[in-house]
């Protein structure tokens, strides 16, 4: 879906700027603007490198927001109780409902001070709440944004960064072979080797080894043996 | 494992503010702090209701981190190339580390313009970036903060808010058997009726019910036909 961010009665600039500025960071760029105060210098430094996104932002009304939207997502920083109960969708589904349907999701985030009034979270289609510490629940609106524009960027998932591509078994078995030829090189004690590389097979486990990382291991195991025999 | 935030440097005291607050959002306290710039009334303000992580913040130096520490880990919003790897952990991973561990764990962000120094970075235990879009990929640093602390919380996985209980299918298959009732109530056109309560039953397994959602829709339905009843 094409995710749009809206910004209903922001109070101030440098919160505007500020989630212009993560948008950009995750790779959004449509801002919507309800009723906003003066967007001016401060907002400009908050935004950044992500000026364009600020400068392009549109004014429209709740109205516009909901003759333009398949799915329109309020957020809430406290969950209601009583007779009205907020029921909120889970952050982490996000993604998915994303992936998996076309149209225009329209996210709200409310005044700062008050976060969004009922009559708008009324006529949302999802609420999502932040699970936060209930000591303090309440958070700053861009962090807010950040924690949902991360989670929903679909980077995450995409990104090498984010994720580890571990050495096959076999790298890892021919690494503990040649460890096990380094030992014998070296004169390591015959009775203690195989504990010894029993021991090393389960730090080579938990320690989540790269095929690059395993590479380098026996680059440097190659290289002692060629010291042993120079020596010799 | 105990999680203590580390800011290097930082020459901005809104950004120690704002990182103390979504710290507090968190549930996290122990704010360290390297060689920082004045803490006056705007970190104050932006700390929020998080004023006592704010005050309660100890300031050290990097040779007292290496002392206190079990895992050191430094962000980078930044991934270097050439012949110095950074090599991140995912930020997805982290939670379970935590978890698995005793001992500090200490989270170290550097300075808002330019991130931790090498000689820092180097002496890390691990990397965390945060994957984000290349075309502008330096986050604010309280963001940062904001996206690594949710995703290490455990507040998400804990959270009610953050899962869903489903309706059983049984509880669906009751649904949909009143349903089926109500549709001979109303003398919905027999022929009809498989059909659409096929269709419904496609509705129902995609909306995700609650047992809440179910009961309260079951409650509709008996007033239906209360209604129709009292109407013969």
Redesign the interface.
């Known amino acids: 879906m094409d995710v749009r961010i809206v910004i209903v009665n922001p109070i101030y600039e440098g919160n505007i700027g500020?989630i212009a500025?993560?948008m950009?960071?995750?790779?959004f760029n449509d801002l919507i603007l309800i009723n906003p105060c003066q967007i001016g210098k401060f907002a400009r430094a908050?935004a950044?490198?992500?000026v364009d996104v600020l400068e392009s932002a549109k004014i429209e009304t709740f109205d516009d927001i909901l003759k333009n939207s398949e799915l329109i997502i309020g957020t809430t920083g406290i969950?209601g109780t009583g007779s009205y109960t907020r029921?909120?969708?889970?952050?982490?589904k996000l993604n998915e409902k994303f992936n998996n349907n076309i149209g225009v999701a329209s996210i709200l985030f409310g005044q700062e001070d008050q976060g969004l009034p009922n009559k708008i979270l009324n006529k949302c289609d999802m609420i999502l709440?932040?699970?936060?510490?209930p000591?303090?629940?309440?958070?700053?609106i861009?962090?807010?944004a950040?924690?949902i524009l991360?989670n929903i960027?679909g980077?995450?998932t995409?990104?090498l960064?984010?994720?580890?591509e571990l050495a096959s078994h076999e790298d890892l078995m021919r690494l503990l072979d040649h460890i096990s030829d380094v030992l014998k090189d070296i004169e390591f004690p015959p009775h203690k080797r195989r504990r010894v590389l029993c021991n090393l097979k389960r730090i080579c486990g938990k320690s989540e080894l790269?095929p690059?990382e395993v590479t380098m291991l026996r680059g440097i195991l190659s290289r002692i043996q060629m010291s042993i025999k120079n020596n010799h």
Chains 1, 2 share one sequence.
Do not use: W
């Open positions: 500020s500025r993560v950009k960071n995750f790779g908050m950044s490198h992500a969950m029921n909120p969708y889970p952050l982490a709440n932040i699970a936060t510490n000591t303090y629940p309440v958070m700053n861009s962090h807010a950040a924690v991360y960027s980077l995450t995409k990104s960064s984010e994720k580890m790269t690059k």
